[in-house]
């Protein structure tokens, strides 16, 4: 089955900086690759995704980047703030499978000091 | 707008007892998922519904069993809870198992077995 790989496992930045979490994955049929924000004491929460079928997608602060060659894909996040500090997931979807099941990396705790 | 709901929020309970997990969701979303959340495992798929009364076993479904009568409930039963099964568990609906629908998460049980 799809295995997914993510780093760092924790990730300390400043106010202002940026963060990049990475991702691999091992099933070439994978075709999304949503990014999860979770904060304490609640669910995971969407806040970007990217399909098989484009490179790059950009939200405000948020990018994500996917290289199919190398199956690889990562969440940058520039001019973080502390309301960034989370823990992060990537997840992995494979194509062809019928009810979406996702494979989800083991997460990043981000945090942000003012 | 409800969304989608887990109780108990917290559960305390003793080795060999039977435990439901409910989930409820409002938007008449065809899937719904069940994972399990452990330190260094990310989330694992450990039950998953296309619709009602039909149901299917994911990556860790040992222990544990489902049923879906109504489209909008989930619940999630450890028939004889085992100290292994101390973990927090998330539902999750999506629409329908397109090409990357979102899955929308709960808030979360956190189960404690002694």
């Known amino acids: 089955g799809e295995n997914v790989e993510q780093h760092p496992s924790t990730l300390s930045v400043q106010e202002g900086d940026s963060a990049v979490i990475k991702c691999t994955y091992s099933?070439?049929?994978?075709?999304?690759f949503p990014w999860y924000k979770q904060e304490l004491g609640k669910g995971p929460q969407l806040i970007i995704d990217?399909?098989?079928?484009?490179g790059e997608k950009k939200d405000q602060r948020i990018a994500v980047t996917l290289n199919k060659t190398a199956k690889h894909f990562s969440l940058h996040i520039t001019e973080t703030q502390p309301e960034d500090s989370a823990v992060y997931f990537c997840a992995a979807r494979v194509g062809g499978t019928s009810y979406g099941k996702l494979t989800f990396g083991q997460g990043t705790i981000l945090t942000v000091h003012p | 707008d409800a969304g989608i709901t887990q109780s108990p929020r917290y559960k305390i309970t003793e080795t060999g007892r039977q435990v439901t997990l409910m989930c409820h969701q409002t938007w008449s979303h065809s899937y719904m998922f069940w994972y399990r959340q452990d330190l260094g495992h990310g989330l694992r798929l450990i039950y998953y519904s296309a619709a009602a009364d039909i149901t299917d076993k994911g990556e860790v479904p040992d222990g544990y069993v489902v049923s879906r009568s109504k489209t909008e409930n989930f619940p999630l039963t450890l028939e004889s809870a085992t100290r292994s099964q101390t973990s927090v568990y998330f539902c999750?609906?999506?629409?329908?198992?397109?090409?990357?629908?979102?899955?929308?998460f709960g808030p979360g049980t956190r189960l404690t077995v002694l």
């Open positions: 999750a609906s999506s629409r329908f198992s397109g090409r990357g629908d979102t899955q929308y």
């Open positions: 099933d070439s049929a994978s075709n999304y």
């Open positions: 990217i399909r098989s079928n484009v």
